[in-house]
DNA sequence: CTCGGCTGGATCGTATACGATCATCGTATA
DNA sequence: TATACGATGATCGTATACGATCCAGCCGAG
């Protein structure tokens, strides 16, 4: 569901600066867009033939939320080059995914365990083609489809809006500091499984937290263990 | 400190953008701007002796804060005026900001904790006058200083972010939803002297985080304990 | 007296125009 | 050849103007 740019496009009516925060922000999760490209606001609003002030709000926005960066008489340009910026966003997401995991737990649904699971299998059986023909893009959008399942039911919102701004972040960084690691594959889909099991049987609160926590924390450790970038990162 | 509209003002060639943005903020958190007050862009700009372009873009940059609220054809409107709102943004803050005092603890020197325990005493001095001729909104100012010392220095620029949002919502809440809860001021300086310890002796990340987390936690549950609004919330 | 439609004002959304600032490149000189 | 300096272009920042949309109050009909 994740997968197309706009997300949901349903309005006809929407503002131009929508559509114009639409149109870059799709163009940057979708890879169009790679770390580091310029984008000149004069450009944008010539390509979606809108005027420069919608575009510069929407500009703006993903300022804010940490999508580009914005230089005074040099223009926008995609975030997300430096390595610990990379793993600044992972500590976040892991600090703010476990927490809406372990919120949304008690309103997980059956049928959201099913296709968490079905999710799950896809997974384990794209393990089979590890590590040759193994299609680590596609492992990747299945992981964000996995954990959506597990965190969309938080009833925080503002703590669902940080996740999904993480998992932004992460969408656009991929490319230029490419984050998977594959060797953590197999266990990734063997700690969903517990992390399932967990929700399943109604864990307490806490517990599935730091399982979430865990998952993520332990991705990043594999991370980190192979890169001499940073060499001792508190992982929470 | 942060009675003056401006706060921090040293830049003298700031852009109008970023001077309708400090002018805005600082006039909402200073509780000039209670919520719910309507905010019109041209007044706003007529008030600077600027345009509406850059309110424009300060509005906009606050409402991705989540200080105020941004309707079409009505204006802005000052946000929180909702309870549940206000537990929403505890719960955040909670995660946040325990996350942040846990990764600056390695980094909290000697002069930190001295300011700590100084602003603490202070806070204790308080309670002298407790319950009668008890300042609630000096104690909470008091109280915002001394996490300050402890969490400014996270190594991790985005979860400092948040935590500054964080409190800075919170700020802009008081008045309506008054949140301080008398009783838990003895404990509140207990449980700081008690973090203070953890840090000075080198305790172990999930420890400090703990302990912060419970903290505010505790805090939460005494609000829910004497409001009926939102019966179970789970507290991370 | 109440209800429905209509007119007027207010506010936002966007386009266009102009000035300010900075990066870039070419050129002259040591 | 390397470096300092100045002209040029590009880009952003802001002001102003106009159109679109919505809310409020009034007026007339039932």
Redesign the pocket.
Known sequence: MSGQAGAMAASP???????AYEWIHGRIVSGALGPGS??????V?AEL?????????A?RRLEAEGLIT???????TVAGIDPVEYLYTMQTLSLVEGAATALSAPSVRRADLDAAREVNGRMHAMLADFPENFDPVRFTQLNHDFHSVLFEHCPNPHILDLVHRGWNRLTALRGSTFSFVPERAPESVEEHEVLLQLIERGAPTAEVELAARRHRSATLDAYLARTDAHPAFPVL
């Open positions: 009516a929407a503002s131009k600066s929508q559509l310029r984008l000149v606001l004069s450009q609003a033939d809108i005027s420069v002030v919608p575009v510069r709000e500009v914005f230089e005074k008489n040099v223009g926008a």
